[in-house]
């Protein structure tokens, strides 16, 4: 079973940037497909980004490519959610999943096993 544990949310101005991070304890991450998912107040859980465990294989959703890139370093056991150009609209909650079984639909909360506790950004001047 593997704990996630995210980090690096704060505060940040419109335009400016932020990296998230979800480190790994209890299993490595490679074997596992990992997700970012963020949830503002009075809103569902969105899918944000995924990276795969096998071909390192990205997704996005429409509302941040360009401008957020997921990475994974097995190394250290960590992937991370960079965050540019960011907006008002992306303050949330982020959260990280992990899933071990195949992912169908990347973007969908059920099909990961494990969550983090979340880390807030919040974007505002």
């Known amino acids: 079973q593997v704990q996630l544990v995210e980090s690096g949310g704060g505060l940040a101005q419109p335009g400016g940037s932020l990296r998230l991070s979800c480190a790994a304890s209890?299993?490595?991450?490679?074997?596992?497909?990992i997700g970012w998912f963020r949830q503002a107040p009075g809103k569902e859980r969105e899918g944000v980004s995924y990276?795969?465990?096998?071909?390192?294989?990205?997704g996005y959703g429409e509302f941040v490519k360009g401008r957020f890139t997921i990475s994974r370093d097995n190394a250290k056991n960590t992937v991370y959610l960079q965050m540019n150009s960011l907006k008002p609209e992306d303050t949330a909650v982020y959260y990280c999943?992990?899933?071990?079984?195949?992912?169908?639909?990347?973007?969908?909360?059920?099909?990961?096993?494990?969550w983090g506790q979340g880390t807030r950004v919040t974007v505002s001047s």
């Open positions: 999943a992990a899933a071990r079984r195949l992912i169908l639909n990347w973007a969908v909360p059920g099909s990961y096993e494990y």
């Open positions: 209890g299993s490595t991450l490679d074997g596992y497909g």
């Open positions: 990276i795969s465990r096998r071909n390192g294989w990205t």
